[in-house]
């Protein structure tokens, strides 16, 4: 079974790790362990003898002294008892070569600015979340500390050392005041009375100590501290611990409660409340820590990987964002995403009923019939059959064909841009590169450009095909008809007859039908094989000859991100680093049981 020391120097090391790769809680748009692992934050008035507690469970001189607020900004202490025979050190993590020896227990400890009633005037110096003091303390300085301090203690993860010197009325107390308000049922608060010594003569805190002046759940300490004089005198923390235990055995008012009192009682209090409350909250750590590196996980994989540096693997991304985007724009047409289903509906609806909407009944009308047939015959008229008429009412009728062609060809190269713009932005790995996106629009866009110039050129020469050789067998039909339908000659001699207009104009309509009818499947042919199918296989045929032949910091170019999503990666790279050390270490201490 874990030890309750393992324990606590697994969060020891969980905090430490969340202090270099920057979680210090209180970020909004990442997740954070710090506040979820339980701390002892200390907490009093100013000068109220907080940093002299902390030396003094500590062992060691190493916090400023001084009049006023010494302490500027929250104190983090890490203390870790090293194996027999090991020298023992302390290391601040800002300060990470220079160590500082005897220490004492294992123990968490945050010190805070102390509470003050009054702005008073102090050198320049910054506090905590860059409040600069420009000349002396700012009027808000005792709102922005009490904010301060109340952000730390508010949370149900902390244990609260309120520190309030002996000789002040505890209902005074600024500790205990702002403890009672974010702790009532007082589950989190530990009191502690220092100063004992300095109490007026005939007086002390016994109904204090004992609970009957102010109860709490946990038993109060006295802390006897050294006094100005003794550190000036060089005391050691070992002589003072010495002078502490003898003040508490041989003093009449508190010599029944000296085994509980003391700095170093204190100590192993705090330590083993701290390892409990660890012990407790483990599952719900381990909870965390598991559901947060899933959420970072995957956020990282919608971010995607870091840019490579070397133009080689820049050329391999692009060229991998490339086929991404093109693999999508191939879904498209083929049906795995909505969108290709469009282009046939243009062959299916929209050109039949433009062939329909031709307006072939104006110039197969009576009155054209008999102008165009008169016009080409000229100073001779036919003698049997007005083929020279027959010839331009066709071509005339055929190039109305050449509108439904064109408009073919045009709304199916709407609809390929239309598909390129949504396979962009439906491509979530080019979301990073912006300019690559409009790189790649770009040349699918002259791609298709050029495609749709093919398109046109070769429905148009379809149509242009229909019209330089009619379908000689369709004609030859024609005498036989008449032949079966009655006396030729006759037919011949009224050749400027009403009916004779009829029969051709009926003639060229059951052609011009027969050619709408070819057409109809011709022309989406040429445009799917002259726009969609190159569009398939060649859409950034030429953006790819164009890239080989940039360099590195063209490339680069490409891949530029927002700076905004790199900075995001790289505080989620850390996060995920964080919380993958956290449960190394946690496993740690549960495959140790």
């Given at each position: 079974m874990a030890t309750m020391e393992s324990l606590i120097v697994t969060v020891n090391r969980i905090q430490r790790a969340c202090t270099v790769l920057g979680d210090h809680g209180g970020d909004s748009n990442l997740p954070t362990l710090w506040e979820a692992l339980p701390s002892v934050v200390v907490v009093g008035g100013q000068s109220s003898g907080k940093s002299s507690v902390l030396e003094s469970i500590v062992g060691r001189d190493f916090l400023p002294r001084g009049s006023g607020i010494v302490t500027r900004r929250p104190l983090v202490l890490q203390l870790h008892k090293t194996e027999r025979g090991l020298q023992e050190y302390g290391e601040f993590l800002h300060l990470p070569k220079k160590k500082f020896t005897d220490f004492f227990v294992n123990l968490t400890l945050i010190d805070l600015p102390g509470l003050t009633k009054v702005a008073v005037g102090i050198p320049p110096a910054f506090l905590l979340r860059s409040l600069f003091l420009v000349e002396g303390q700012p009027e808000s300085i005792v709102q922005d500390i009490e904010s301060m301090v109340r952000s730390y203690v508010e949370k149900p993860n902390c244990i609260i050392l309120a520190i309030t010197p002996a000789n002040q009325d505890i209902a005074t107390s600024d500790a205990m005041k702002l403890s009672r308000e974010v702790d009532p049922t007082g589950e989190r608060t530990f009191g502690v009375l220092t100063k004992l010594d300095l109490m007026d003569k005939g007086t002390n805190a016994i109904d204090v100590l004992e609970g009957r002046a102010y109860p709490l759940q946990h038993p109060w300490v006295g802390i006897v501290n050294r006094s100005q004089a003794d550190i000036k005198k060089n005391v050691d923390?070992?002589?003072?611990?010495?002078?502490?235990?003898?003040?508490?055995?041989?003093?009449?008012?508190?010599?029944?409660?000296?085994?509980?009192?003391?700095?170093?009682?204190?100590?192993?209090?705090?330590?083993?409340?701290?390892?409990?409350?660890?012990?407790?909250?483990?599952?719900?750590?381990?909870?965390?820590?598991n559901k947060s590196i899933e959420e970072l996980e995957a956020e990282l994989s919608h971010l995607g990987r870091s840019v490579a540096i070397d133009a080689g693997a820049q050329l391999y991304t692009?060229?991998?964002?490339?086929?991404?985007?093109?693999?999508?724009?191939?879904?498209?047409?083929?049906?795995?995403?909505?969108?290709?289903?469009?282009?046939?509906?243009?062959?299916?609806?929209?050109?039949?009923?433009?062939?329909?909407?031709?307006?072939?009944?104006?110039?197969?009308?009576?009155?054209?019939?008999?102008?165009?047939?008169?016009?080409?015959?000229?100073?001779?008229?036919?003698?049997?059959?007005?083929?020279?008429?027959?010839?331009?009412?066709?071509?005339?009728?055929?190039?109305?064909?050449?509108?439904?062609?064109?408009?073919?060809?045009?709304?199916?190269?709407?609809?390929?841009?239309?598909?390129?713009?949504?396979?962009?932005?439906?491509?979530?790995?080019?979301?990073?590169?912006p300019t690559l996106q409009a790189e790649i629009a770009a040349a699918a866009s002259e791609a298709l450009e050029r495609f749709r110039e093919e398109s046109k050129k070769t429905s148009l020469r379809m149509?242009?095909?229909?019209?330089?050789?009619?379908?000689?067998?369709?004609?030859?039909?024609?005498?036989?008809?008449?032949?079966?339908?009655?006396?030729?000659?006759?037919?011949?001699?009224?050749?400027?007859?009403?009916?004779?207009?009829?029969?051709?104009?009926?003639?060229?309509?059951?052609?011009?039908?027969?050619?709408?009818?070819?057409?109809?499947?011709?022309?989406?042919?040429?445009?799917?094989?002259?726009?969609?199918?190159?569009?398939?296989?060649?859409?950034?045929?030429?953006?790819?000859?164009?890239l080989g032949k940039k360099e590195g910091k063209q490339l680069a170019e490409l891949l530029d991100e927002d700076p905004a999503l790199m900075e995001r990666r790289q505080q989620c790279v850390k996060r995920l680093e964080l919380y993958k050390s956290a449960r190394d270490e946690i496993d740690s201490v549960l495959w140790a049981r």
């Open positions: 923390m070992i002589a003072s611990r010495r002078m502490e235990r003898e003040f508490f055995a041989s003093s009449p008012d508190y010599g029944h409660l000296a085994s509980k009192m003391g700095s170093e009682y204190l100590a192993k209090v705090l330590s083993k409340h701290l390892e409990s409350v660890i012990r407790a909250r483990l599952p719900g750590i381990t909870s965390l820590i692009i060229l991998e964002l490339c086929r991404a985007f093109d693999r999508i724009f191939k879904e498209h047409l083929d049906g795995g995403r909505p969108g290709g289903d469009r282009i046939y509906g243009v062959f299916d609806h929209q050109l039949p009923a433009a062939l329909r909407k031709l307006p072939f009944d104006r110039h197969l009308s009576l009155q054209n019939i008999r102008k165009v047939v008169s016009e080409a015959d000229g100073y001779q008229p036919h003698l049997i059959a007005p083929e020279q008429g027959y010839r331009r009412l066709i071509d005339g009728a055929l190039n109305y064909f050449r509108g439904p062609a064109e408009a073919s060809v045009d709304a199916v190269h709407f609809l390929l841009k239309e598909l390129v713009r949504r396979s962009i932005a439906e491509t979530e790995e080019l979301k990073r590169f149509v242009d095909m229909e019209s330089s050789y009619l379908t000689v067998d369709f004609f030859r039909k024609l005498p036989q008809e008449v032949e079966k339908g009655g006396n030729p000659t006759s037919s011949s001699v009224d050749r400027y007859a009403e009916s004779h207009f009829r029969r051709i104009g009926s003639n060229v309509y059951s052609y011009v039908g027969m050619v709408s009818d070819t057409l109809r499947n011709t022309i989406p042919k040429a445009v799917v094989y002259c726009q969609v199918r190159e569009a398939k296989q060649s859409l950034l045929d030429h953006f790819y000859i164009q």
